[in-house]
């Protein structure tokens, strides 16, 4: 109980509201970085993913992509560009930046590359050509799919930004950092509040942002996909595997 | 990898030499952490899949917490058990087993929820009853699924395990640590290959043993 006290009055000292080391400072130099290497990502992956999908060329090399992105610690990649740039800003951004960029390159990919071949033939008897099809079919039956992907890589982002602390850059992860530093139990638990609470907060937000893109004109399954991105980190998970997603597409066919 | 090779260099070969001891302990202590986490993983997972699968009202609670465990930053999971449980083992297994949970219970109620409806009317007709049906017919079909989350998790959590070693628990992690505290490449290095070849070589074997468990699918494909 003395612990909770101490923990409620840790956020009220107004010294942890002011200053360099204050919240509001963390919260934004975090929410920055993290901002700024998703928009980075999307910049760089999401043109590639898109056109891949559309030739329908290049699936195993993103998967394998992804895969490989998988399998190398976030924590590991954060040192080594340590290494390779020094103390700054720099080493987080690229490290965030290249953990963005697999899943919004996958769900690009099998969004656009899985959109039903009878929707396809039926635009292109209507005359489209190749881009029109694109862009009058293929992305706007792909987009909630492609959100998916933004959403797992921001929540993913955000969480990594946290270990920019480990190696001297700033963010909310300083608290924690910190906290462990200076064996004070009461300010490590507070960081880790805090942390959670944005992460949690950018996964709600990006779920919601997912749900808008959802064009009108497939309401039908609206039901079984508003289901699966009410529930946080679901599409953090069905992302990872683009075979998931294609499961889950199937049943939602099925369904309607 | 130019000239001399040396305390400069990405890898100097004697200091791997040197320390082959510390470096089997750390592959082995990252092997427990992980083997720890997967497993009790699904002995949790198992019967919430089943649970969530026989009533679907316990889909959104189920998911819904498990999902919000999942988003949260290891180093802040880790953290917010170090007041309660220490800088300790368990403090470890305990974020690593969250991180499971969404994974592994998402996959295993796929894999029931995929058994095609024919094959549970024939189960039926041969009078199964719905323990029976569930034990020699639906969680048998579902292997392939359940491995394919067994997969998923072990090579996230042996990428998690890396950061471990911020609250004192060993693995590789620790030369991850040691090399950034020294500014000294090699212990970076070495942490960082033999953590994604743990994971690839997990990632094949399970893969091979998903093969030896369902040999009628095997039978299928040739």
């Known amino acids: ?69 998988r399998a190398i610690p976030s924590f590991a990649l954060l040192v ?16 965030l930046l290249a953990l963005g960029i697999p899943p919004i390159v996958t769900n690009a990919y099998v969004g656009v590359s899985e959109v039903d071949a009878d929707a396809r033939e039926v635009a292109r008897g209507m005359g489209m050509t190749g881009g029109q099809v694109l862009r009058h079919v293929e992305i706007p039956l792909a987009l909630p799919l492609v959100m998916a992907g933004v959403r797992t890589a921001g929540v993913q982002v955000v969480a990594t930004a946290t270990l920019g602390a480990v190696i001297a850059w700033g963010g909310l992860g300083r608290y924690i950092v910190d906290g462990f530093a200076q064996q004070d139990n009461v300010k490590i638990f507070c960081g880790a509040l805090l942390v959670a609470g944005l992460s949690v907060g950018v996964e709600i937000g990006l779920a919601f942002l997912q749900r808008l893109t ?43 | 990898m130019l000239g001399a090779n040396g305390p400069e260099s990405w890898i100097w070969w004697s200091w791997v030499g040197d320390h082959l001891g510390d470096i089997g302990t750390a592959v082995r202590e990252h092997l427990e952490l992980t083997a720890i986490a997967v497993a009790l993983g699904l002995v949790i997972a198992l019967p919430l899949a089943i649970v969530v699968h026989r009533w679907r009202a316990w889909t959104t609670p189920v998911f819904a917490v498990t999902g919000i465990v999942y988003t949260i930053p290891s180093l802040a999971l880790f953290a917010f058990f170090v007041p309660v449980t220490g800088l300790s083992r368990t403090t470890a297994e305990i974020a690593l087993v969250g991180y499971t949970l969404l994974i592994l219970i998402r996959n295993t109620a796929t894999g029931l929820a995929g058994v095609s409806p024919d094959v549970r009317e024939a189960a039926q007709g041969m009078g199964f009853g719905p323990v029976a049906q569930l034990l020699r017919v639906e969680l048998p079909l579902a292997v392939p699924a359940v491995i394919a989350g067994i997969r998923i998790a072990t090579v996230t959590t042996i990428g998690l395990v890396t950061v471990t070693a911020l609250i004192g628990q060993g693995g590789l992690g620790d030369f991850i640590l040691d090399g950034l505290n020294r500014d000294f490449k090699t212990p970076l290095v070495v942490g960082t290959v033999l953590s994604v070849a743990l994971a690839v070589t997990a990632d094949l074997l399970l893969l091979l043993l998903q093969h030896a468990l369902t040999p009628w699918s095997r039978r299928r494909t040739a």
């Open chain 1, 80 to 95: 080594l560009a340590y290494f390779v740039f020094g103390i700054g800003p720099e080493p987080v951004f690229l490290t």
């Open chain 1, 214 to 256: 959802l064009s009108p004109g497939i309401t039908g399954r609206r039901t079984t996909m508003a289901v699966a991105s009410a529930v946080p980190g679901a599409a953090a998970h069905a992302s990872l595997s683009p075979a998931v997603l294609n499961e889950r597409k199937e049943q939602t066919h099925a369904e309607t």
């Open chain 1, 1 to 69: 109980m003395r612990f909770l006290g101490d923990v409620v009055s840790w956020f009220a000292a107004g010294e942890h509201w002011r200053g360099a080391d204050g919240i509001p400072h963390r919260l934004t130099e975090h929410l920055l970085m993290s901002g700024a290497a998703v928009l980075a990502a999307l910049v760089l992956a999401l043109p590639a993913g898109v056109v891949l999908g559309h030739l329908r060329r290049g699936g195993v090399a993103i998967v394998n992509l992804a895969n490989v992105g």
